[in-house]
């Protein structure tokens, strides 16, 4: 069992406990500080709760016999078909014919276990191969791994944006690692002060965010861009496709792993 604890300011208490709810928590206690404590029983499940906290969470306390004890269980995950991710200081080594990304085992989201991770990793290799994009931006980075996975499948310039400052020092230092961070560079700043259009827009963040931040990815696709999300479970996809919609966006491709949706869209004209 993983128990989580995330200190949060007093007059998020509601909005953050509601969300840890909707993103599985079975049960969320209120302790001093204030501090919300919650247990699950995988690792996976645990940073679904992590990243449902979102912008909301100014601290989070792990357990540290947990924090240890899953790092060092992390193995290679076959990301994609042709891209193995894996964690530094293991010594497995890589197929023929495959390609490795390095990351380094953190708390920040990317380390390929989630299906979320491994939908858009595959929409965006598959993309970037087609398509040359030549800027590229990833909201809600993470460890940097859909950043990763689009600077080594095309030539273009990636910005990876998120709120959690520890993740964008997780994203950097795999860029480095991955001898990429001359063309990923990655930055704090909001989605809503980003300028300029790109030709690929990649955003794995829970649904409710998503829902939040529509009219700023609609914003940032280019009119002959795309953009790939995931993120959300496969019963919230009509409610995001309709606020895409009414931004101006068309479904052109979907994927689903272990009831989560993967979406692709473009910008409606184009469609
Ligand atoms: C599910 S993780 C995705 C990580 C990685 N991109 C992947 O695909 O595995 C979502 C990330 O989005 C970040 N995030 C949440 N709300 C955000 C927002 N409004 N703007 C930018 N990043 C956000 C979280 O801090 C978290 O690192």
Redesign the pocket.
Not at 108 to 112: H, I, L, Q
Not at 202 to 206: C, D, P, Q, W
């Given at each position: 069992m993983i128990e989580l604890g995330f200190a949060v300011r007093p007059r998020d208490v509601a909005a953050v406990s509601a969300r840890l709810f909707a993103a599985g928590a079975g049960a969320v206690e209120e302790r001093e500080g204030p501090t919300l404590v919650v247990w699950v029983e995988s690792e996976s499940a645990a940073?679904?709760l992590?990243?449902a906290a979102?912008?909301e969470v100014t601290r989070r306390a792990l357990d540290p016999s947990w924090q240890t004890e899953w790092l060092r269980h992390l193995g290679p995950v076959a990301l994609t078909q042709r891209i193995v991710l894996q964690p530094t200081g293991n010594a497995t080594k890589v197929p023929r014919g495959k390609r490795r990304l390095w990351f380094a085992p953190d708390q920040?989201?990317?380390?390929?276990s989630?299906a979320?991770?491994r939908l858009?990793?595959r929409a965006t290799e598959r993309l970037c191969r087609e398509l040359s994009p030549a800027r590229v931006l990833?909201?809600?980075?993470?460890?940097?791994?859909?950043?990763l996975v689009a600077a080594i499948s095309c030539r273009g310039r990636v910005l990876?944006?998120?709120?959690?400052p520890a993740?964008l020092g997780a994203a950097r230092k795999n860029a480095t690692k991955n001898r990429l961070s001359d063309r990923c560079k990655f930055s704090r700043r909001?989605?809503a002060q980003v300028r300029g259009r790109f030709d690929l827009v990649?955003?794995?963040?829970?649904a409710w965010?998503l829902l939040?931040?529509a009219g700023d990815l609609a914003r940032v696709t280019a009119p002959a861009g795309h953009l790939v999300l995931?993120?959300l479970l496969c019963e919230r996809g009509d409610e995001l496709l309709a606020r895409l919609r009414a931004e101006g966006l068309s479904e052109v491709g979907r994927d689903e792993e272990d009831g989560w949706l993967g979406l692709v869209l473009r910008p409606s004209a184009r469609a």
């Open positions: 940073k679904a992590i990243c979102g912008v920040a989201f990317g380390d390929g989630h979320t991770t858009a990793a990833d909201v809600g980075t993470g460890n940097g791994v859909l950043a990876g944006l998120d709120v959690d993740a909001p989605l990649l955003a794995n963040i829970e965010v939040e931040l995931s993120g």
